[in-house]
T-cell receptor, first 112, second 117 residues
Framework: GESVGLHLPTLSVQEGDNSIINCAYSNSASDYFIWYKQESGKGPQFIIDIRSNMDKRQGQRVTVLLNKTVKHLSLQIAATQPGDSAVYFCAEIVFSARQLTFGSGTQLTVLP | GAVVSQHPSRVICKSGTSVKIECRSLDFQATTMFWYRQFPKQSLMLMATSNEGSKATYEQGVEKDKFLINHASLTLSTLTVTSAHPEDSSFYIC?????????????FGSGTRLTVV
């Protein structure tokens, strides 16, 4: 299916707490799923990806979980910092089409 | 790392005029470039996909005669918004894909804020 523009949900967390951002994806044929961070007035910045045959991948302070049964993706950020405040988007790639399609985003605000 | 330069970062134009936005891959050759449009507090919507030396493929609902895309080289793609109207005001973002690198190979420009008055 196509991603549809939606008004962004928001998530506020205290500095130092863990954050969990969720995303529902649409295409069962996607090869990879990616999380991007977008700061105000800038382009998306790659955070972490996960291949469709995996269910978990860890990076530095971030973990991505993939549940293909319910088409759900999540991004966990450990010890959230003020610099983590941004909009986070999930995206999916079908390599045969070479297209990267964005899903819904979440505005993360880190409170001091 | 891979860098994509997008210019201008901001532009204000009068209704009825045309505006050109450039997207350059600075340190790699981009086999494919993509153009997105983003309205405030919304996600990025893919407008078109362009491959060097061939015509762009536009997404459904995107007017190809209004949003002209030229991908003349492996490092440069341009988007021209023709006869701009206030409803074209938006944030336009390009992405360049470097082949063989998987998801990491998609690098985004910093975006262009277009305001049509």
């Amino acid at each position: 299916g196509e991603s549809v523009g939606l008004h962004l949900p928001t998530l506020s967390v205290q500095e130092g707490d863990n954050s969990i951002i969720n995303c529902a994806y649409s295409n069962s044929a996607s090869d990879y799923f990616i999380w991007y961070k977008q700061e105000s007035g800038k382009g998306p910045q790659f955070i972490i990806d996960i291949r469709s045959n995996m269910d978990k991948r860890q990076g530095q302070r971030v973990t991505v979980l993939l549940n293909k049964t319910v088409k759900h993706l999540s991004l966990q950020i450990a010890a959230t910092q003020p610099g983590d405040s941004a909009v986070y988007f999930c995206a999916e790639i079908v390599f045969s089409a070479r297209q990267l399609t964005f899903g819904s985003g979440t505005q993360l605000t880190v409170l001091p | 790392g891979a860098v994509v330069s997008q210019h201008p970062s901001r532009v204000i134009c009068k209704s009825g005029t045309s505006v050109k936005i450039e997207c350059r891959s600075l340190d790699f050759q981009a086999t494919t470039m993509f153009w997105y449009r983003q309205f405030p507090k919304q996600s990025l919507m893919l407008m078109a996909t362009s491959n060097e030396g061939s015509k762009a493929t536009y997404e459904q609902g995107v007017e190809k005669d209004k949003f002209l895309i030229n991908h003349a080289s492996l490092t440069l793609s341009t988007l021209t918004v023709t006869s701009a109207h206030p409803e074209d005001s938006s944030f336009y973002i390009c992405s360049a894909r470097e082949g063989g690198r998987g998801p990491v190979g998609y690098t985004f420009g910093s975006g262009t804020r277009l305001t049509v008055v």
